[in-house]
């Protein structure tokens, strides 16, 4: 793995440029320098031992999503008139999504939809549409009522749109949101309450029906998070694993987001944001109709976007069809289940959360983040959590492979002996989302600010002369 500080992480094979090339480079040569760096960034997770991050892992599907998107990727989709395409293709991704998360069940709206280019993007447009609702109001500084679990993009977007933010512990037992305390935390200024199905910590599923119901009472809308888990659950059996009801079926909830490309398995850069009424979602419409440019108008913050991502995702969405989904989704159930069971087995570790496709684990023995170390030693890559200190790894097509529950279950009692014989000694790698693999900061769980800038900086920066 290269190092996080490194602004120039193939400098020893490739050379790093610092101006515009005068003379372009051959296409194959060009392909072949991509090639070596795609082939080797692709081993990472092959094996099946990532967490999360490449959500359906078979390389004919990407082969065949990469020709749906170069039919379509020079194509704008802000410009209808030249591809009515993009009509068709974002009006049906809507459509299905609608249909997955049953918004046939609303009697009470309207239901409509954006196709956004990712999870944060499509908490964003929700966020934004309640700001606007709570602004018509009168309402002066809306505010976005979320458990502590909940993503930071909810956060994000009340720094960006000037809203209030009210954090809500969870029961550290469940990890879930109380409803009562969100009843308690709803005041005039509440634009919107968030409950997510499921968090990215724990994969576990808030009390959604409980939750939209005080909000409901209270006159304040529910978006749910289902950017990670909603095309998981969208397709298992809520009553047979114990799913509590989380979609358009439950009164109260008004906008969901779900990410075709996490387990939708679509490409990077695309999702959506579905709402229980076109009103809602029709005040992240944005116009300038007295521009010299000509009038204009955009359905949401994006400008220009690519028709490509658009007719890849309805491509991933209609090939698997409901009984690949289905399939898919039954196989990630059962071997997040087999992968618990193997924690359930190491009596130093104990499990967070109640999750059917995300396994969470911390210790009250030893440092979990020596079992990380020990793990990233035998090629594994989770994800970092804090508060308490934790693991996670979220099931995907990869970890379906034969042999990867066995090799989980071995290695992970290993690391657990590794971590039992390092106490006392500082852990390499610490609670990073994304699950970066550590080793820039010593003290485990410690958040070193000038560190991430120094991340970001290095991913950012630019080669000088
Ligand atoms: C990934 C994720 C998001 C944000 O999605 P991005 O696609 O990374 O912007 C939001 N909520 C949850 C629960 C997620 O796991």
């Given at each position: 793995m290269s190092d996080l500080f490194d602004s120039y992480p193939y400098r020893d094979r490739f050379p790093v440029l610092r101006s515009l090339p005068t003379d372009g480079r051959p296409h194959d040569q060009v392909l072949a320098e991509l090639e070596a760096m795609a082939h080797e960034e692709d081993a990472a997770w092959a094996s099946g031992q990532c967490s999360g991050t490449i959500y359906h892992g078979d390389p004919e599907h990407y082969a065949f999503l990469g020709e749906a998107f170069t039919r379509f990727s020079h194509a704008n989709a802000l410009q209808r008139d030249m591809c009515p395409s993009a009509t068709r293709f974002e009006g049906e991704i809507l459509a299905m999504a609608l249909d997955i998360f049953h918004?046939?069940?609303?009697?009470?709206g309207k239901p409509a939809g954006l196709v956004t280019s990712g999870g944060t993007d499509s908490i964003l447009h929700a966020m934004l549409c309640y700001r606007e609702q709570a602004s018509a109001r009168g309402i002066a500084r809306p505010t976005i009522v979320k458990p502590e679990t909940a993503h930071p993009a909810f956060a994000k977007a009340a720094h960006l749109f000037g809203m209030g933010l009210r954090v809500l512990p969870v029961d550290p037992a469940t990890t879930l949101v109380d409803p009562a305390a969100v009843a308690a935390a709803i005041d005039e200024d509440t634009a919107v309450v968030v409950a997510s199905?499921?968090?990215?910590?724990?994969?576990s599923i808030d009390p959604i029906p409980a939750v939209a119901a005080v909000a409901a009472e209270r006159g304040v809308g529910v978006h749910v998070d289902g950017c990670l888990g909603g095309f998981v659950l969208g397709f298992l059996d809520g009553a047979a694993h114990g799913i509590p009801p989380f979609d358009f079926?439950?009164?109260?909830?008004?906008s969901l987001s779900a990410d075709t490309h996490k387990y939708g398995y679509g490409l990077k850069g695309t999702s959506t944001v579905l709402f229980r009424d076109i009103a809602l979602r029709n005040r992240a419409y944005f116009f300038v109709p007295d521009w010299s440019g000509g009038k204009y108008f955009s359905?949401?913050?994006?400008?220009s976007r690519s028709v490509g991502l658009l007719a890849a995702t309805w491509a991933a969405m209609v090939t698997l069809g409901r009984q690949g989904y289905a399939a898919r989704a039954s196989a990630i159930h059962e071997t997040a289940t087999a992968m618990q069971e193997a924690v359930r087995g190491i009596p130093a570790l104990r499990l967070l959360g109640n999750s059917p496709f995300v396994v969470a684990f911390t210790s009250d023995d030893v440092d979990i983040y020596h079992v990380n170390d020990a793990m990233r030693g035998r090629g594994w890559r989770f994800n970092g959590l804090q508060y308490p200190n934790a693991l996670h790894l979220a099931v995907?097509?990869?970890?379906?492979?034969?042999g990867v529950v066995a090799r989980f279950a071995t290695d992970l009692a290993s690391a657990v002996e590794y971590a039992a014989a390092h106490r006392g000694k500082p852990a390499v790698s610490s609670a990073l989302y994304g699950g970066v693999p550590g080793g820039f900061t010593p003290a485990a769980g410690i958040f070193i600010t000038s560190a991430m800038t120094q991340m970001m900086d290095a991913q950012q920066s630019v080669p000088t002369p």
């Amino acid at each position: 793995m290269s190092d996080l500080f490194d602004s120039y992480p193939y400098r020893d094979r490739f050379p790093v440029l610092r101006s515009l090339p005068t003379d372009g480079r051959p296409h194959d040569q060009v392909l072949a320098e991509l090639e070596a760096m795609a082939h080797e960034e692709d081993a990472a997770w092959a094996s099946g031992q990532c967490s999360g991050t490449i959500y359906h892992g078979d390389p004919e599907h990407y082969a065949f999503l990469g020709e749906a998107f170069t039919r379509f990727s020079h194509a704008n989709a802000l410009q209808r008139d030249m591809c009515p395409s993009a009509t068709r293709f974002e009006g049906e991704i809507l459509a299905m999504a609608l249909d997955i998360f049953h918004a046939d069940a609303v009697t009470d709206g309207k239901p409509a939809g954006l196709v956004t280019s990712g999870g944060t993007d499509s908490i964003l447009h929700a966020m934004l549409c309640y700001r606007e609702q709570a602004s018509a109001r009168g309402i002066a500084r809306p505010t976005i009522v979320k458990p502590e679990t909940a993503h930071p993009a909810f956060a994000k977007a009340a720094h960006l749109f000037g809203m209030g933010l009210r954090v809500l512990p969870v029961d550290p037992a469940t990890t879930l949101v109380d409803p009562a305390a969100v009843a308690a935390a709803i005041d005039e200024d509440t634009a919107v309450v968030v409950a997510s199905a499921g968090n990215y910590p724990y994969g576990s599923i808030d009390p959604i029906p409980a939750v939209a119901a005080v909000a409901a009472e209270r006159g304040v809308g529910v978006h749910v998070d289902g950017c990670l888990g909603g095309f998981v659950l969208g397709f298992l059996d809520g009553a047979a694993h114990g799913i509590p009801p989380f979609d358009f079926r439950v009164p109260g909830v008004t906008s969901l987001s779900a990410d075709t490309h996490k387990y939708g398995y679509g490409l990077k850069g695309t999702s959506t944001v579905l709402f229980r009424d076109i009103a809602l979602r029709n005040r992240a419409y944005f116009f300038v109709p007295d521009w010299s440019g000509g009038k204009y108008f955009s359905p949401g913050m994006a400008g220009s976007r690519s028709v490509g991502l658009l007719a890849a995702t309805w491509a991933a969405m209609v090939t698997l069809g409901r009984q690949g989904y289905a399939a898919r989704a039954s196989a990630i159930h059962e071997t997040a289940t087999a992968m618990q069971e193997a924690v359930r087995g190491i009596p130093a570790l104990r499990l967070l959360g109640n999750s059917p496709f995300v396994v969470a684990f911390t210790s009250d023995d030893v440092d979990i983040y020596h079992v990380n170390d020990a793990m990233r030693g035998r090629g594994w890559r989770f994800n970092g959590l804090q508060y308490p200190n934790a693991l996670h790894l979220a099931v995907t097509g990869p970890q379906l492979q034969h042999g990867v529950v066995a090799r989980f279950a071995t290695d992970l009692a290993s690391a657990v002996e590794y971590a039992a014989a390092h106490r006392g000694k500082p852990a390499v790698s610490s609670a990073l989302y994304g699950g970066v693999p550590g080793g820039f900061t010593p003290a485990a769980g410690i958040f070193i600010t000038s560190a991430m800038t120094q991340m970001m900086d290095a991913q950012q920066s630019v080669p000088t002369p």
